[in-house]
């Protein structure tokens, strides 16, 4: 069965630089959601997406914007990257109103 | 708001047998779903089971099953005939029905580390 794709698997960024993550989700789920995971920490909320409008914000920073595309993939948009930026991105897509389905994530390093 | 709790930092089963790991949350919505989440090693994280809170029957997948207790806003996870391969961090969820009108966002406790000893 086919998954939810991010890319890239892993990012090394400098202070201040800016990166873009790529979430795909699986076929026909219109919903995305994007969390970030510190290290030893709980999965947090940051956005989601139905039907390309942003559907719910949760603790993300200014810097960061995010959006959702024709084709349902979505894009986390991070700029002027800090070293507390360091964490696991992941991307989850469902059907509305029923369970998410976790990508594998992006790791993102910033030093 | 809704919370989510889980009071063991760590826990740890002999391989073959049965471990309960606990979950309690808080809310004041009526409707809303409960997730028992698995991350292993390689941080992916893999849905384990869910429940619906109008539904009175816990859900069972194989090895796994809740014990889910409405009133008491509890929601634990009984793992049966451990395998090592259920060497993971698990987390508890929470996420609101649709229904509500609220966020579909999934609301994390902060895990519990499952050690299989073999």
């Given amino acids: 069965a086919a998954g939810v794709i991010q890319s890239p698997r892993h990012l ?14 699986i076929p026909r789920h219109d919903t995305v959601y994007w969390y970030q995971q510190g290290p030893g920490q709980d999965p947090q909320f940051l956005i989601s997406f139905y039907e390309k ?32 930026d360091s964490a696991l991105y992941f991307c989850a897509s469902s059907p509305l ?11 993102l390093t910033v030093t | 708001a809704q919370t989510v709790t889980q009071s063991q930092p760590e826990m740890s089963v002999q391989e073959a047998e049965t471990v309960t790991l606990s979950c309690t949350y808080d809310t004041s919505e ?6 028992w989440y698995k ?15 109008y539904k009175q029957q816990n859900a069972t997948e194989n090895r796994f099953s809740v014990n889910f207790q409405k009133a008491a806003k509890s929601f634990s996870l009984k793992i049966s ?9 698990y987390f508890c969820a929470y ?20 050690t299989v000893n073999p």
């Avoid at chain 2, 005939?81 to 961090?89: R, V």
């Fill in chain 1, 12 to 25: 090394i960024k400098e202070k201040r630089e800016t990166a873009t993550l790529k979430c795909y989700p």
């Fill in chain 1, 53 to 84: 409008m942003q559907s719910d914000k949760g603790s993300i920073p200014d810097r960061f914007s995010a959006q959702q595309f024709s084709d349902y993939h979505s894009e986390l948009n991070m700029s002027s990257l800090e070293l507390g």
């Fill in chain 1, 97 to 107: 109103g029923l369970e998410q389905y976790f990508g594998p994530g992006t790791r």
């Fill in chain 2, 30 to 35: 009526s409707d809303y779903y409960l997730f």
């Fill in chain 2, 39 to 53: 991350q292993p090693p390689s941080r992916q994280m893999i849905l384990v089971i869910r429940q619906e809170a």
């Fill in chain 2, 81 to 89: 005939d451990s395998q090592l391969g259920d060497a993971a961090m």
């Fill in chain 2, 95 to 114: 996420r609101s029905a649709p229904t509500q009108g609220g966020s579909e966002k999934l609301v994390f406790g902060k895990g519990t580390k499952l």
